[in-house]
């Protein structure tokens, strides 16, 4: 991958021991890598002037080759409660993404992107529509949480975090650029620095198998969640193409061993779609694909997309829908709809954002 534009790299791309390595070969002391892990990570600083126990020297020298975030917020949409806000970076490849802060009573989460657009188009999303263009690369995958940590911290006690839980659920899909999701994770919970547990990221993949089974041997207590959103293979060859490569029963087997391997619980994401996937016949359907894992069903009703011929069903619907499931003894949770009023599903600003550019890649 080509460096950032003006040649300066990315230090949150760094791990602690490359900066100590880089702090070694500057012949400055070992325990500014930690000072500066801390300014970057404890104290959220956005400006190297702002680490006033390093020498001026070499805070000059840390801007001269660094930037502290490759990303410029160029539109924000917050909702109409406030509790959701949407915004869209710039990258300095002039390339755009998304990421959203979801405000809770007790929670502060960021849902992140992982890859300019994607490559699966799922027939649903308005992500899959603007296509793909590349892999984010990990100080872009930090700097999405490092922006609104920044700008919760003057907002919550000094004891509390900024950000509680970090989703990797924004545009793009995760396992397709492993090593980089991966690694921003591992830096974000690093204790050293930010330290946000491992048990508060979710990675939600559509079912990329090699993923799934590789996430297994990590040893890191993550969430894992894995788009179904149908519960048959002729359905889901439909709704979500990946499928054809991983069909549902090579799906279910790797999804089973991460159980076992790990013994952590799978949550599984379900999209309503109006007279597509919503039918008491595809409740049982599911309920009998999954029936006696570890797991929990999430449901939630589609977010309208502009030009996609699909929409979220009626409310009794999607409630028939949860109560069958229920009744057959899986454990669900049916989620509200945030932020439909800024675009909050996945892309959508990203793709209006394309259409005004009249960018050729957007798929009509
Ligand atoms: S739903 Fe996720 S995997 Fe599917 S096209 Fe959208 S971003 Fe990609």
Redesign the pocket.
Same mark, same amino acid.
């Given at each position: 991958m080509k460096p950032p534009a003006d040649g300066r790299r990315i230090l949150p791309e760094f791990t602690y021991e490359q900066l100590e390595k880089l702090f070694a070969e500057w012949g400055e002391p070992s325990y500014r890598a930690k000072q500066v892990w801390e300014w970057v990570y404890k104290h959220l600083a956005d400006d190297f002037q702002a680490m006033t126990n390093l020498p001026k020297a070499l805070r000059q020298r840390l801007g001269g080759e660094f930037i502290l975030s490759p990303l410029e917020p160029v539109e924000e949409l917050v909702s109409e409660d406030g509790s959701t806000r949407k915004v869209l970076f710039r990258l300095q490849d002039g390339e755009t993404i998304e990421s959203v802060l979801m405000l809770y009573p007790k929670r502060r989460t960021v849902c992140i992107s992982t890859?300019v657009?994607?490559?699966?188009?799922?027939a649903?999303?308005?992500?899959?529509?603007s296509g793909f263009k590349r892999n984010l690369r990990a100080g872009e995958i930090i700097a999405q949480v490092l922006h609104f940590a920044r700008e919760m911290k003057p907002q919550v006690n000094r004891d509390e975090k900024p950000i509680t839980n970090v989703v990797v659920?924004?545009?793009?899909?995760p396992f397709l650029n492993y090593d980089a999701t991966l690694h921003a994770i591992r830096t974000l919970n690093d204790h050293r620095g930010f330290n946000l547990g491992a048990r508060r990221f979710t990675i939600?993949? $559509?079912g990329i198998v090699p993923g799934i089974r590789r996430l297994a041997k990590e040893g890191l207590q993550v969430e894992l969640a894995v788009?179904l959103h149908a519960p048959n293979d002729e359905l889901r060859d439909r709704l $979500?193409p990946?499928n054809k490569g991983y069909p549902l029963k090579r799906l279910m087997v790797a999804c089973r061993e991460y159980i076992e391997q790990t013994n952590r619980r799978i949550t599984f994401e379900y $999209?309503l779609i109006d007279r597509v996937n919503d039918s008491i016949r595809h409740a049982r359907e599911l309920a009998a694909l999954i029936g006696g894992m570890l797991c929990h069903v999430n449901l939630i009703a589609m977010n309208p997309v502009p030009g996609v011929p699909y929409g979220p069903p009626p409310r009794r619907r999607v409630l028939a829908f949860e109560e069958e499931l229920r009744r057959l003894g899986i454990s669900v949770t049916l989620r509200a709809g945030r932020g439909v009023d800024i675009q909050a599903g996945?892309?959508q600003l990203r793709l209006r954002e394309l259409s005004k550019r009249g960018a050729a890649d957007v798929k009509a």
């Open positions: 890859q657009g994607c490559p699966i188009g799922c649903f999303c308005a992500t899959g529509k659920m924004g545009m793009g899909e939600s993949t $559509v788009s $979500v990946i $999209v996945c892309g």
